[in-house]
């Protein structure tokens, strides 16, 4: 199986930056994609970026040109840089990976992001 844990969450202020980090353990296959999903109160969960294996990166219209995402395969890991942050971006973010042989998604418990104008 495959466990994911966030860190890197906060408050912070309007403007301001933060970089979330997530670490995969377990039986990870290579072949997978990872991403960033964040809900916040009354509103469904929706993917932020997703980054594959191989560097492709897709992202939400909203945080384009502000958040980057990476990955360090060799550590099974992927983070998030948040810059200009703005108080719409405040919610429960949640690192997801998914398996693209057998397409099983497994995600972590979330970490909260706040941001304060």
């Known amino acids: 199986q495959v466990q994911l844990v966030e860190s890197g969450g906060g408050l912070v202020q309007a403007g301001g930056s933060l970089r979330l980090s997530c670490a995969a353990s377990?039986?990870?296959?290579?072949?997978?994609?990872m991403g960033w999903y964040r809900q916040a109160p009354g509103k469904q969960r929706e993917l932020v970026a997703s980054?594959?294996?191989?560097?492709?990166?897709n992202y939400a219209d909203s945080v384009k040109g502000r958040f980057t995402i990476s990955r360090n395969n060799a550590k099974d890991a992927v983070y998030l840089q948040m810059n200009s942050l703005k108080p719409e971006d405040t919610a429960v973010y949640y690192c997801?990976?998914?398996?693209?042989?057998?397409?099983?998604?497994?995600w972590g418990s979330g970490t909260q992001v706040t941001v304060s104008s």
């Open positions: 997801n990976l998914k398996t693209l042989v057998h397409k099983t998604d497994y």
């Open positions: 377990g039986s990870i296959l290579s072949m997978n994609v």
């Open positions: 980054i594959s294996y191989g560097g492709n990166t």
